[in-house]
């Protein structure tokens, strides 16, 4: 191997592992100041693949500029200028938080303010620097480099959630990071020094070759790769919003994303169009009729397993068809690489950024679904009748499965509403006791219900039923006195059922969407006789904005589907909720979970902080609407926790020797991970 290639091979190799390594460590760094939701990484995504895509129009304009003498001074300009703002600023800080009104233009005006110019000189690396290796070698395009750059984005992928987030804090992430972003810049300033430069004449711009690519081919070029990031940002939105918004479960469809790319461009002989096609549809059908029955959930180990196997095997099947079209001249490289990013783009911001505000429920997997079964009937057109009608099959099948969801999601259905923050929806059915029940549902997960039966209407039910542990908090924190009752998360306002009238209950929630429903289509708030406010926003930013609210019980309750806002659970947050509570004042972290178990983790956040934790757990109880319920109970004192109804039904909790205490500079969910509950 030569100098010239080795020098060319690692520099686009850092640049795509840096590209990939600040995705995660950016995302993560929003999370706190927008509520913690599943959401925040797909805008994040949809962010990255727009910036990439005009890393790629950068880098095309560079390779196909008039004024070539002062092109090479153009990029090594920009690349000062990065380097300058990455030195001169810190990437997020508290103030992002003005924003959360509109979150999407936040994250978008954040990231681009912070790492937006680097992040866009790393994303055009790969066909920028092909371009100068192909010049200065000759030869046909070294697509071979652009496989190169996927390992190195692959493997920033897996270092992320198993080697750099539990090992290192985000502080020393983001000084690493700039050190590695220094020497690339370093080694993308020697090369742009010594690469040739073209005459006018000589400039890919004057080719029109015969073998240009049809227009159909173009076409092909950006909805193929439209369809895989299609895929890919609906199967991380499913697993996110079920489980947790972290970086493990973003990472894991972008590496079987990018695995496609390695595959497709470094080892195009691996793939056969029959055994793929063949397992793809089998795939696509059963996930298409899975997630069209709302009432039944796969364990999530099985369903991680199964989704990734679909994302990978629909987003080979894409890339790999869009390489076979590649085009044979040298100055529609930038263009393939153009429309490849533009169909990435396309995909990510549909998912991400219009499906939300198209539709009032979430049927993302199942068009997305639909849309690579559609593209596959194009693709296989002229392998014979065969292929389009299994294809044709396929599609009216996957289309007729959306349908269903639409069917199931309505069934009962009295409202239904989307937006940033997730999908809710309300459903009315025959209770227990055959009066009206009425439900609240994030996605799939139920929020709270309520009984309308004669005498049940201000039940508690869910994981809030009078034996629960916020219950027995409200019960007997205050010995017959005025309570002031705190409350991180509104559902359905289950918890104003304990109010009295000389009681004052204020609650904290991010989705302006939850009010109205719990306002209007639930009486748990108006049946109150408390005094009731409500702080609109992410609650640690309202909180620390509030002087001391000295409340009695502070119930910490919020969740985005099944998901937990982590920075919620950290020492810091402890600081905080312990500066709003009265003396002896009890913390009640609700940690019902079917894949999480955070208890371990409150108490060693708890013993950090100084205290004491009390784990109760209560039964399900059919008759009344109440859920087996988790809730850890914090306070400072130890007289709460030795009072005889308390010490008879709470426990100790475990915490063994694997976790370390989450801050707001670090937390790792691996540790309390269980993919095996169901």
């Known amino acids: 191997m030569s100098a010239t290639r080795l020098l060319y091979g ?64 153009v990029y090594l300009v920009t690349l000062a200028a990065a380097v300058i703002l990455l030195v001169a600023q810190r990437f997020v800080h508290g103030e992002v938080s003005r924003g959360i009104d509109n979150p999407v233009a936040t994250i978008f005006t954040t990231l ?37 750059s996927n390992v190195g984005s692959l493997l920033a992928l897996i270092a ?34 010594q690469v040739r430069v073209v005459p006018a004449e000589g400039l890919p711009t004057e080719t029109v070759a015969e073998t240009a690519a049809p227009g159909w081919a173009r076409w092909l070029w950006f909805l193929l790769p439209m369809a895989a990031a299609m895929q890919l940002s609906a199967v991380t939105s499913h697993l996110t919003v079920n489980i947790a918004a972290i970086p493990l479960l973003w990472m894991l469809p972008l590496a079987a994303y990018l695995l496609t790319f390695i ?22 059908a059963s996930l298409g009729y899975a997630i069209s029955k709302t009432d039944v959930s796969l364990p999530i180990g099985v369903a991680i397993v199964f989704f990734l196997a679909e994302c990978f095997l629909a987003g080979l099947f894409c890339h790999a068809e869009a390489f076979s079209l590649r085009p044979e001249d040298t100055a529609e490289t930038t263009v393939f690489y153009l429309l490849i990013a533009a169909g990435g783009a396309a995909g990510t911001f549909f ?14 997997l199942a068009l997305s679904f639909f849309v690579t079964a559609a593209l596959a009937i194009v693709v296989t057109w002229n392998d014979g009748w065969a292929q389009r009608l299994l294809w044709s099959t396929a599609t009216g099948l996957l289309l007729f499965f959306a349908f269903m969801l639409h069917t199931a999601y309505a069934r009962e259905a009295i409202l239904e509403v989307r937006n940033f923050y997730g999908s809710l929806r309300v459903k009315e059915m025959t209770g227990p006791h055959g009066g009206t029940e009425r439900m609240l549902l994030n996605g799939t997960i139920q929020h709270g219900t309520q009984l309308f039966a004669a005498g049940l209407m201000r039940t508690p039910t869910t994981y809030y039923a009078d034996d629960s542990g916020i219950g027995l908090a409200l019960r007997y924190c205050c010995e017959g006195r005025p309570r002031n009752i705190g409350v991180i998360g509104l559902g359905t306002g289950t918890i104003a059922t304990y109010g009295t009238a000389d009681d004052r209950i204020r609650f904290y929630e991010i989705n302006p969407l939850v009010r109205p429903i719990a306002q209007n289509l639930f009486t748990y708030l108006r049946d109150s006789p408390a005094q009731i406010s409500f702080a609109d926003g992410d609650a640690r930013t309202s909180l620390t904005r509030e002087s001391p609210q000295h409340f009695d019980v502070l119930a910490v309750d919020a969740f985005s589907g099944d998901a937990i806002p982590l920075h919620l659970l950290t020492v ?19 940690v019902s979970n079917q894949y999480l178990n955070l208890a371990p983790e409150i108490a060693q956040v708890a013993k950090a902080s100084g205290m004491q934790t009390s784990l109760i757990e209560s039964h399900p109880d059919d008759s009344l609407g109440a859920y087996r319920a988790t809730w850890v109970l914090l306070s400072a004192s130890s007289a ?38 169901h």
Request: aromatic share 14%; net charge positive.
């Open 112 to 148: 681009a303010f912070t790492i937006g110019l680097p992040f866009l000189l790393l994303g055009a690396t790969s066909p920028l620097l092909q371009m100068w290796f192909q010049r200065a070698e000759g030869g046909p395009i070294p697509y071979r480099l652009f496989a190169l």
């Open 10 to 73: 690692i520099t686009i190799f850092l640049g795509a592992f840096l590209l990939f390594l600040v995705e995660p460590m950016a995302a993560k760094q929003l999370l706190p100041v927008l509520g913690g939701s599943s959401a925040v990484w797909l805008t994040c995504l949809v962010f990255f693949q727009v910036t990439l895509l005009l890393g790629y129009l950068y880098a095309h304009w560079i390779t196909r500029c008039r004024a070539t003498s002062w092109r090479r001074h």
């Open 160 to 193: 992320y959630p198993f080697v750099v987030e539990p090992n290192v804090t985000l502080k020393h992430q983001r000084a690493l990071w700039s050190v590695g972003f220094l020497v690339y810049a370093s080694l993308c300033a020697m090369l742009a020094r």
């Open 351 to 364: 998912i991400g950024v219009l499906s939300p505000m198209i539709f009032s429920a979430n049927y993302d």
């Open 572 to 590: 810091e947050a402890i600081a905080l909720y312990k500066r709003h509570l009265a003396p002896g004042g009890i913390l009640a972290f609700h």
């Open 640 to 677: 709460f926790f030795e009072r005889p109804e308390i010490a008879s039904v709470g426990s100790a909790i475990t915490t063994g020797t694997h976790l370390r205490v989450w801050t707001d500079d670090y937390s790792s969910i691996l540790p309390v991970l269980q993919l095996s509950h």
């Open 263 to 284: 595959v497709a461009f470094e080892f195009p002989a691996l793939y056969r169009r029959g055994i793929v096609v063949r397992l793809l549809v089998v795939m696509l």
